[in-house]
Each structure stands twice: as structure tokens, then as C-alpha cells.
């Protein structure tokens, strides 16, 4: 009796909710509809195709770095990733070409940048065997993480290893560009001034391997975040399934 009684009541009371306030309500049952329909969509993405999204981000990234760093020019005329002096040497730059060094010392500038661009095409399938050892949760992680997520993930897991399978691949490209020689006619010019002392020894081979897995890591760095914010990067279906 008594549930008769209340229903009874909220029906006497609904004349009185103005016209205003039901479309208020309509909205507001229309916006959670939005929500839960989202969330289906959400929820259809299967964790195999949250990895496969999250490895062909990092494929395409990957491609996309190699493909504009392994030019000529893509170090050296990139500002954010051009191989300067070591910094012990760089300290005492302005001295070498005010002393007329200048060629000297842009020819070693321009040779680790060359050997660079040399080397990155190279690292392809050291890349690619690497997005092997990502996980479903390590996937899931990532793509609820910053722009930059992935590329920090990438480097976290697999730094030490590409410098260890890089090293023999700029070896050669130093050899090539003769980078040691250039540094060591640098050192020679610099020793013939009265009263100077040697340059700083450098490990060029070292130097240049960390310096160009940061820059191919910068600029996959930039490539994830065009993916994740531009849709025009998402080239592919699953990319544009996943990051949405």
C-alpha cells in the first residue's frame, strides 16, 4: 500500500517539472548514453590489438626517423640533433678558430655528423628485433602514457643493447670518414701554437654511437607524438583504430 501511495505521489508531482527542466533531463540521459557507448568502443580494442597498434606506432615511427636522419644533411642540418664537439673540446672552440682552425675544426664536425647519417640506416633491424620484447601490459601502459611514452619505454629497454650492436656499425663509418685522423691533424695544428697544451683525448667511436641513438631517439620521439595528436599521421587502419 505504501509503495502505491509514493508512486501515486511522483506521478501527482511530475505536471509541475517544467518543459525546460525535461529537456535539462534529456540531455543529461543522452550525454550518458554517449559515455557508455564510448566505452564499448573502447572496450572492443582486444589486448593483441592494443600491441599491434602500439608496434606498428613505433614501426612507423621508427621508419620515419631512420628515413629523414640517414640522409645527408640529417644530423648535420637537424638543430636538434647535430653532433657538436665533445663538450671538454667544445669549451676551447672559439680559441681554435680564432688561432684559424676553423676549417679544422668543422671538417671533424661535419665528419661525425656524416658518419652519423652513415650509420643510422644500418640500425633498421636492430630496431625492429626489439619491439619483439614488448608486452600486452607494457602496451596498455603506454598507450594511456604522455606523447612520448613509447619512445621513453623504447630507449628505457633497449639503450644499452643498440649501443652494444651500434658500436661496429659507426666503427666502420668512422673509419670511413676517417673521423680519429681529423681529430688527430686538429690536436697537431693545436700543439704547434707556442705555449698550448694538447686537446683532450676523445673516445670518437663512443661520442658518436650515444650521439646518434639520441638523435634517432629524439626525433621517434617527435614521430610518436604526431601520431598520437595529428591524425594525418596514423597511416594505417590499426593506427587509427588504436590512437583515437
Known amino acids: 500500500m505504501r509503495k502505491i501511495l509514493l508512486t501515486g505521489s511522483i506521478l501527482l508531482l511530475l505536471p509541475a517539472v517544467s518543459y525546460a527542466q525535461m529537456e535539462w533531463l ?15 568502443t573502447t572496450a572492443k580494442l582486444s589486448d593483441t590489438q592494443i600491441g599491434a597498434g602500439l608496434k606498428e606506432a613505433l614501426k612507423v615511427g621508427l621508419e620515419n626517423a631512420i628515413k629523414s636522419t640517414g640522409k645527408t644533411g640529417g644530423f648535420f642540418d637537424n638543430p636538434a640533433i647535430k653532433i657538436m664537439l665533445p663538450e671538454k673540446v667544445r669549451a676551447i672552440e672559439p680559441v ?4 684559424g682552425l676553423n676549417k679544422q675544426v668543422d671538417e671533424f664536425v661535419l665528419s661525425m655528423n656524416s658518419a652519423a647519417e652513415s650509420a643510422t640506416p644500418l640500425a ?6 626489439a619491439l619483439t620484447d614488448m608486452s600486452i601490459d607494457d602496451a596498455k601502459k603506454i598507450l594511456a602514457g604522455g606523447n612520448n611514452a613509447a619512445t621513453t619505454y623504447f630507449m628505457d629497454k633497449t639503450k644499452d643493447k643498440l649501443i652494444a650492436a651500434f658500436q661496429p656499425i659507426v666503427r666502420k663509418t668512422l673509419d670511413k670518414y676517417e673521423i680519429s685522423q681529423k681529430y688527430n691533424q686538429l690536436t697537431s ?5 707556442p705555449f698550448a697544451k694538447s686537446l683532450p683525448s ?43
Open 189 to 193: 695544428s693545436y700543439k704547434k701554437i
Open 26 to 40: 534529456k540531455k543529461q540521459v543522452d550525454s550518458l548514453k554517449g559515455i557508455a557507448t564510448q566505452s564499448v
Open 96 to 99: 681554435l678558430k680564432k688561432i
Open 124 to 129: 633498421t633491424d636492430v630496431f625492429a628485433a
Open 202 to 244: 676523445v673516445d670518437a667511436n663512443q661520442y658518436v654511437t650515444t650521439k646518434t641513438i639520441d638523435g634517432l631517439f629524439t626525433v621517434l620521439g617527435e614521430e610518436e607524438a604526431k601520431i598520437r595528436t595529428d591524425p594525418a599521421a596514423r597511416v594505417t587502419s590499426l593506427l587509427k583504430k588504436v590512437f583515437k
